[in-house]
């Protein structure tokens, strides 16, 4: 059983639900998955532990939100290159947090990423609670190899 560690990153709370269907995926597949506010991240050890990692936040003003930008730099000393992962975020209408968290996920981290990063608006929305089980799943199976 393969251990995956989320973080996510809100204001008000819709990537949080989101962090939280994805971890259900993961169990579905029959993983186990940790989810953590990326405000109770205080240190890279915090990262340690952990087979995958999928990391979130919602946009605003164009960009992720502060506290994951600060907790991607700590990340950079965790040593995640090669790890299994993957992004998300929720968004009103441009949704740049999710490409710029992948992007640095793969250029910067070096992960072995899914194939693309889940953007939903909501949760409840458009089949957004299928889609963000089934990239929870995504997750597992590249775990599974
Ligand atoms: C002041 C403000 C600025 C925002 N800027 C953006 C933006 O630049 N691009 C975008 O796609 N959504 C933007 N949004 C929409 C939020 O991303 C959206 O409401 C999202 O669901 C919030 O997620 P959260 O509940 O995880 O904080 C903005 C919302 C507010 C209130």
Known sequence: MARVLIVFATRTGETQNIADLIAE???FAGHEAQVANVKDIKNESDL????GYVFGSATYHGEMLQGMKTFLF???KANLEGKAGGAFG???WSGEANDRIFDTMRHILKMDLVGDTLRLKSSSL???LQ???DYGRAIAKKLEG
């Not at 340690?48 to 087979?51: A, K, L, M, P, T």
């Open 25 to 27: 995926g993961i169990r």
């Open 48 to 51: 340690d532990g952990f087979d």
């Open 74 to 76: 700590l990340a950079e």
């Open 90 to 92: 929720s968004f009103g």
């Open 126 to 128: 458009q089949g957004g």
């Open 131 to 133: 889609m963000a089980q």
